[in-house]
T-cell receptor, first 112, second 114 residues
Framework: ETGVTQTPRHLVMGMTNKKSLKCEQH?????MYWYKQSAKKPLELMFV???????ENNSVPSRFSPECPNSSHLFLHLHTLQPEDSALYLC???????????FGQGTRLTVV | QKEVEQDPGPLSVPEGAIVSLNCTYS??????FMWYRQYSRKGPELLMY????GNKEDGRFTAQVDKSSKYISLFIRDSQPSDSATYLC??????????????FGKGTKLSVIP
């Protein structure tokens, strides 16, 4: 049982839909992350939250909108996505934004 | 030159073989080095974590770091079919204000054939 839980595990959405990905961590960490994993590419860091404050946004298009209501929960709101946004979206957490991160199982997103 | 280079494979070995997985990097500021294992349809899980140059052993797994050559390795002894997964190297550098920037390789897909 991972300490980081993501829902849903799979999501298929049309380009005009609005959906949200949810992440919850049970590790007492204070930093949370969204990563995108596409085939044949390294993991791409999207957003970083440290103590509920967004500290990094790596040039992510505005159709991705993160929300961090508290240290344990992280959301990624999606709207008007493109087919190239289809990927595995991974949430991770760590303590004090230090080295190793612990990942959730990911949400496999398909945009049609 | 990419910051972290990792051969994506795929790598296929017979059961019981010794597996060697490698990454090279260009940023001399990297201080911490990690190996993650990712099974199909799962998130990456932390396998090994090292700081200094040298070897670190954990059961059948040995992580090796050579900072002078900017080269890290993961060795798997007596490989098992259950080791079949994608292995990602990751390394981090201090980015200020108590934070570290974590950079991943592309991952090497390993298959251990019974």
């Amino acid at each position: 049982e991972t300490g980081v839980t993501q829902t849903p595990r799979h999501l298929v959405m049309g380009m005009t839909n609005k959906k949200s990905l949810k992440c919850e961590q049970h590790l007492g960490h204070n930093a949370m992350y969204w990563y995108k994993q596409s085939a044949k590419k390294p993991l791409e860091l999207m957003f970083v939250y440290n103590f509920k404050e967004q500290t990094e946004n790596n040039s992510v298009p505005s159709r991705f909108s993160p929300e961090c209501p508290n240290s344990s929960h992280l959301f990624l709101h999606l709207h008007t996505l493109q087919p190239e946004d289809s990927a595995l979206y991974l949430c991770a957490s760590s303590q004090n934004r230090v080295t190793e991160a612990f990942f959730g199982q990911g949400t496999r997103l398909t945009v049609v | 030159q990419k910051e972290v280079e990792q051969d994506p494979g795929p790598l296929s070995v017979p059961e019981g073989a010794i597996v060697s997985l490698n990454c090279t990097y260009s940023n001399s500021a990297f201080q911490y080095f990690m190996w993650y294992r990712q099974y199909s349809r799962k998130g990456p899980e932390l396998l090994m974590y090292t700081y200094s140059s040298g070897n670190k052993e954990d059961g059948r797994f040995t992580a090796q770091v050579d900072k002078s050559s900017k080269y890290i390795s993961l060795f798997i002894r007596d490989s098992q079919p259950s080791d079949s997964a994608t292995y990602l190297c990751a390394m981090s550098a201090y980015s200020g204000a108590g934070s570290y920037q974590l950079t991943f390789g592309k991952g090497t897909k390993l298959s251990v054939i019974p």
